[in-house]
């Protein structure tokens, strides 16, 4: 139990251009969701928070306009990178939690995104 | 903002040998988690801990969530190669709208 995908799991794209990237909880119901940044041999930066229905709540220093977040369902959340640059070349990794209300998140595979 | 303190930063131990790291933090925390994470691959969760001065095991490996609520260790036993990677705890306290604080992690090394 408790699997999260995330899609695609790679993706190379031109500057300017946009790229979404889906999170799917496959077998249990998150209310919440979570959008990291990671980079090499560093630790999990958090984005945002992307609950069901609402909108995110994003950490200070993360542009809402350029990082767009929608949690349409309780099974998936989408994190769209607008008019991507270089500098947005990472690894995006998902979490999210099960809605019975305990803190445990549980991780997608991660996105690796390359901005040419 | 909360922070965590994770310690050491990278450990090259022998094939068989025990592994102990922890975390610390300068504010209590309800929650403390510990994650692996392989190379390109997201974290997986290891080990869960809610109450202070719970110990618990899943195999090889056992933490403790600290009395005073401000710290953790993971300890792995008998290492093996599979164990490579980076290991990650995260404390959560619920008034912080459910969001983990992360520690940088300790990257382990294990020689065959």
């Known amino acids: 139990g408790a699997v999260v995908s995330q899609h695609p799991s790679r993706v190379i794209c031109k500057s300017g251009t946009s790229v979404k990237i889906e999170c799917r909880s496959l077998d249990f119901q998150a209310t919440t969701m979570f959008w990291y940044r990671q980079f090499p041999k560093k630790s999990l930066m958090l984005m945002a928070t992307s609950n069901e229905g609402s909108k995110a709540t994003y950490e200070q220093g993360v542009e809402k306009d350029k990082f767009l977040i929608n949690h349409a369902s309780l099974t998936l959340s989408t994190l769209t990178v607008t008019s991507a640059h270089p500098e947005d070349s990472s690894f995006y990794i998902c979490?999210?939690?099960?809605?019975?209300?305990?803190?445990?998140?549980?991780f997608g595979p991660g996105t690796r995104l390359t901005v040419t | 903002g909360q922070q965590l303190n994770q310690s050491p930063q990278s450990m090259f131990i022998q094939e068989g040998e025990d592994v102990s790291m922890n975390c610390t933090s300068s504010?209590?925390?309800?929650?403390w988690l510990w994650y692996k994470q392989d190379p390109g691959e997201g974290p997986v969760l290891l080990i869960a801990?809610?109450?202070?001065?719970e110990l618990t095991s899943n195999g090889r490996l056992t933490a403790q969530f600290g009395i005073t609520r401000k710290d953790s260790f993971l300890n792995i036993s008998a290492s093996i190669p599979s164990d490579v990677g980076i290991y990650f705890c995260?404390?959560?306290?619920?008034?912080?709208?459910?969001?983990?604080?992360f520690g940088d992690g300790t990257t382990l090394t294990v020689k065959p």
């Open positions: 995260a404390g959560t306290h619920n008034t912080n709208a459910g969001k983990s604080t």
């Open positions: 801990l809610y109450k202070a001065g």
């Open positions: 504010s209590i925390f309800n929650t």
């Open positions: 979490s999210a939690r099960d809605r019975s209300g305990t803190y445990e998140q549980y």
